[in-house]
Structure formats: structure tokens, C-alpha cells
């Protein structure tokens, strides 16, 4: 019996970030899937744990050692199996990679029998075969023949056929694409047969995937289809991230140095701006000092047919928490409108066969937020694809875009919205692809201390300290009139701010004030201010008051003024 099913692993972004792989087809989800999964406020209970979810840990072991070295050519000779089904999926705007052949036929070898194919193990082999694009779209088929070396036996012409009629779902909607092939005989006499399929948006030169500890790499490419704005961003074996200095040329060259200098892996991304907004373009590990792994483990796991998108969701939550306060941060709140708006775009993926940022119909997450009532001092998106809400996780952690907005200590709240599409094949207990959003914000005002303006002088000391620059005065006759004008700016009552500012002044022989008004949604935006750093600056006074309602609640009007 053949039996047909289909991987395909998301990649994602945000503050606005990745994705410009299609996801195939799909449903709309249960019925009743836009339901609420958890309280307002919410932070989740920990360790997820998740009936119906099976999680398993894998050990994987190559056939081979890793490719030395990615973007260089592998050498790779297709069996008498592939090569007949590399016959059956040529395509004019399909080329053969063989790489991705290489990898496709050691993900047939090695992956888990009657289980969603891992996309820790997709990612792993990857990288184990010098590939840096984002994981590729799979199409598997299993055969109860053995077809590498005999691909006339009985049975495995259908297996052909039945998997080369899966390549035009697989193919990328705008431009060419890769293809590889790969057959592995099984035990007992059958076999699995892979098609991988990808986009490929950056062309990168050749670099050594093992480098010396405190080496400078330098990556050098260009961008394909139309791309532009390049970014490299990394994440070191500590977990920190940096965004790396990237020259940019005219037609998409790019250029970036940095330091191998913390030893293990060092995640290494490259982002552009696709046609749904910013996405991944490359993302794979340097191992800095250290051997790359002969190993690859990872999670893998099944999502059980009575699991909904509320058990996703909640699960996803959890798995987010839980790396939060592992790391010392604190664990963000749940939000139902964010989670609504959330869930609405993961169905828009869903319906309009598109992973990204950017919607045809709602436009950017900014936008949604606008149109759900949502304030947001700040506000950053993931969006993911994949088959089950820790493995998602762990693919967006992996990803130095989507590691900083998850662990990010700029924002306070998040909703989570998936949608599960349809299966992916007729095959019994085919995968079902999940469509995920996060939505992180913190609301106007969500990092202001509870004594803002003590807060803020102190910050300002501090500032003008480290810049060496003269400590300010504090004159209580501008603090008193900085005080009023504050409130009553918070109050709607701009003209009445000056009234004050001139009637206190009366009361001083200060020759001449100047005052300068700040409105910020943060506390950070107010420490942030040049002004603090204004050697010529000396007299002042200082207010600060907090917007109570209308439009601007929560956010923070601030008034400095500086005597002459």
C-alpha cells in the first residue's frame, strides 16, 4: 500500500518578521475554534503539559559526517530511484540541488516511522548538508517496495507517480525553486521516498562551518527575487543576540563581519524584505571552537485528532513562559483581543495560502491592532508553520528574530491564534498543518515606575554622569511650574500649561525660561531624550504626569524647563 504525506516547516517573524515560503491549501480549523483558551491576564501555568500531545525526544544519527563547509557544492549522486523521480518532477523554474538531494534522502532514512517528520530533524539535516535556507517543503511517500536501486519492482512506479503528483503544491508561488529527491530502503522490505522543495532568496558565498574560537567571519551574498533591506542577526551558545552591520549594495549584495567569540553554536540569520513583509532568508549554526554535532536531537511530536486550536494555543503559551522564566524574565500576560486578532491572521494565512507579516486584506499587524482596538506602546509578531506547539517553539527559538520578541523585556502581554488546516494528504492519521501567530505588546505606560519623576531624575544623574557632563540643578520654582504644566497637558489643557508657566514665573528673576514638552507611550522613550545629555544645560525643572484617559491613557507628558 502507498501511503502519501506532506512536511512542510515554517519559517517566521517579527517585530514584523520572515516568511515568504507558501503553505499549501489547508481548512478553515474545528468548528469553534476562534474560542477563548484563557482568562485575561493569564500567565500560564508553568511546564506545558498538553492531553492529546505526544512528545517525544530523538537522537539521529547521520549516515555521514557534515559538509564542511555551506554554500558550496556537494557532491551527490542520485540512485536508479531517484534519478526516475527527479525525471518525473522537472520543471523549466525547478532546478536540482544536490544538497537538498543529499539531505531528502538521509531525512528518508532517518526519520521516525508513522510520526509527523520533526522540524528540528528537516533543520538539523540542513545545516548537516550545507544548505542555509530556511527548511524546505517535504512530500513523502512510503511504499511497501524497495525502490532506491529497483525502481521498476512492483509498486514503486505508482510510489513515483503518486509522489511526483504532490510537486505542485510544493512549489513556491513567485519565482524558481529547488528541488531535491531522496530514496532510503526501510526494513522489511519497504521504502521512503522524499521530494524537498525550496525557494531560495539569498545566494550566499561558500563559508566554513567550524570556526576558530575568536576568528572574524565575514558573510558575503546577494539577495534573490526582488529582496532588499538585508539584516544579520545572531544568537551565541550563552543565548545572546546582536544585530551584526551589514553593507548593502544596489543590486542585493550584502557584506557582514563579525567575531566568533563565544565557544559552541552560533545561530547566524540573514532577513530581507519579501513580498509579505520581512522574513528569513538564511539561518543556520557556526560552531565556534567546537566540532560541529555527529548528532542531531530533536523533538518530535503528534498532535492527536481531538486536540483543538485552544490546547495549541495554550500550549504555545506555556512553552513561551516557560523559557521566560528560565531566563530570569518576567512571564507575559495573556490577552483576548491580541489572541483574537492573532487567530484572524493565522486564518488569513490559511485562506489566502501565504506565511507572513503582511496581509492582502488586513495589511500590517499595526494595522490589525488599530482595527481590534488595541493601544500598543510597543508591539512585535511572530508567525509560524509547523505540526505541533512545542516543536514551533522550538524552531521560532532557534531564529534570532523570533528569539528576541519572545524574550524580549520591552513588552507585557501576548495572544497566541492558530488555525488547523486541513489534512495534508488521504492517508489515515495525515498531518495537519498549524497556522500560528503571536502577538506581543506592551500597553501605553506598562514600564513607567511607580514615582516616575524621582525615577526620571535619576536616570537623568546617571545619563550626565556617564557623559561626564556638569550634575543639573534642581530649582524648585521650575519644578513647581514643570509640575502644573504636566497636569494639565495630561488634563487636555495645553493652553492652560502656559497660563501656569507664566504666572509662576512671575515669581522668580530668572531672566529667561525655555520649555520643552514630551509626550511618550514609555518611560523609556522619556530616559531616552538627547536632551539629558546637553552639556549646556545647568537650571531646570521637571514634570511628570500620567494621561488618565481618552486616546492616550496610560502614556506620559513631560515638561522640562531650562533657565538661561
Known sequence: MIMTRRAVVACAL??????????????????????????????????????????????IRPSTGPQPRYGAQAGHTLSEGEAALLAKVSRRTLRHEPGLSRMARELARTAPVDQVIPAGLIEGLMAWSGLVEPPPRIGVVEVGATCAATPGAQGCPEAIAALASEIEGLLPREGDGWVGVGIADLPGGASRLILAVTERTVALDPIDAEVALNASVTLKGRLLGGRSQPRVETVDARGQWRQVAVNAGRGGELSATFVCATQGALRVEVLAEGPHGPEVSANFPLFCGSPAPRAITVTAEQVGAEVDVGAIERANFDALNQARTERGLAP????????????????DMVENNYLGHRSPSSGEVSDRFRVAGITAARLRENVARGYGPRSMHEALMNSPGHRINMLADDVTMVGIGAVIGAPESTSPGAARPILLTQNFYAPPGADLPKEPGTALKAEVERIRAEAKARPLRWEPTLERAAAAMAKAVAAGDSAGSQKIMAKELEKTSLARVESQQVISSEFRGLVGLELWRDPSIQTVGLGVAVFEGGARAGSVALIVLIAR
Open 332 to 347: 507575559l500576560r495573556w490577552d483576548n483581543a491580541a489572541a483574537a486578532a492573532a487567530r484572524a491572521h493565522s486564518r
Open 14 to 59: 517579527g517585530l514584523t518578521q520572515c516568511a515568504g515560503q507558501p503553505a499549501p491549501g489547508g481548512g478553515q480549523g474545528r468548528p469553534g475554534a476562534a474560542a477563548v483558551t484563557l482568562p485575561d491576564g493569564a500567565t500560564g501555568s508553568g511546564a506545558p503539559a498538553s492531553p492529546g500531545i505526544r512528545t517525544d525526544s530523538l537522537t
